[in-house]
């Protein structure tokens, strides 16, 4: 599961890097691996607004794939399944990942973490669409092309630390 350490982590990781110094010492996080992403957030009008994801379905190990995709929220990817249909997850609790082949017979590929349809109030079919567009989809969507998806599902462990938690819990460890 995500935690605040991971969130922790992200932050000195991320000041580590805006001082120019390098991050020697890795908090011990075990040495099992998951696919990683992080959600970069930016605060707009006193509004936490997504900024984007970045990340790897790829197996990390935490310490060193944290510090690479570092920021203020952690993600954990987990139960990982093939969906019957574009249809088959449910908004909040999954997250999909879709393939289709596009009119050039290139592969094209996205993923949205769990909470972003909830965030933007999609529903399944404009998230799915909107999936599309993000894997470079220019034409017209179509039933069959939705039809013609490949999709996974999982679900997301997800831990958040603000910038001010983050320097709270710093001043008690010192």
Same mark, same amino acid.
């Given at each position: 599961?995500?935690?605040?350490?991971?969130?922790?982590?992200?932050?000195?990781?991320?000041?580590?890097?805006?001082?120019? @110094?390098?991050?020697?010492?890795? $908090?011990?996080?075990?040495? !099992?691996?998951? $696919?990683?992403?992080?959600?970069?957030? /930016? #605060?707009? %009008?006193?509004?936490?607004?997504?900024?984007?994801? #970045?990340?790897?379905?790829?197996?990390? !190990?935490?310490?060193?794939?944290?510090?690479?995709?570092? #920021? &203020? *929220?952690? *993600?954990?990817?987990?139960?990982?399944?093939?969906?019957?249909?574009?249809?088959?997850?449910?908004?909040?609790?999954?997250? #999909?990942? /879709?393939?289709?082949?596009?009119?050039?017979? %290139?592969?094209?590929?996205?993923?949205?973490? $769990?909470?972003?349809?909830? !965030? &933007? !109030?999609?529903?399944?079919?404009?998230?799915?669409?909107?999936?599309?567009?993000?894997?470079?989809?220019?034409? @017209?969507?179509?039933?069959?092309?939705?039809?013609?998806?490949?999709? /996974?599902?999982? @679900?997301? *462990?997800?831990? &958040?630390?603000?910038?001010?938690?983050?320097?709270?819990?710093?001043?008690? *460890?010192?």
């Amino acid at each position: 599961m995500a935690t605040e350490l991971h969130c922790e982590f992200c932050f000195d990781a991320l000041i580590s890097e805006l001082e120019g @110094k390098k991050v020697t010492k890795y $908090p011990d996080f075990g040495t !099992e691996r998951y $696919p990683i992403f992080v959600t970069w957030k /930016i #605060i707009e %009008y006193d509004q936490e607004v997504l900024r984007g994801c #970045i990340g790897t379905f790829a197996g990390t !190990e935490l310490g060193s794939g944290l510090h690479v995709y570092s #920021i &203020q *929220s952690v *993600s954990l990817l987990t139960d990982f399944e093939k969906a019957a249909d574009y249809l088959d997850w449910e908004v909040g609790v999954h997250g #999909i990942q /879709i393939e289709f082949t596009d009119k050039k017979n %290139y592969t094209c590929k996205a993923t949205f973490l $769990p909470e972003v349809a909830l !965030e &933007q !109030e999609w529903d399944k079919e404009e998230t799915v669409d909107n999936l599309i567009r993000k894997a470079g989809h220019r034409h @017209k969507i179509t039933a069959d092309l939705r039809k013609s998806l490949k999709v /996974i599902r999982y @679900k997301s *462990s997800k831990k &958040q630390l603000s910038y001010t938690e983050y320097q709270s819990r710093k001043k008690t *460890s010192i």
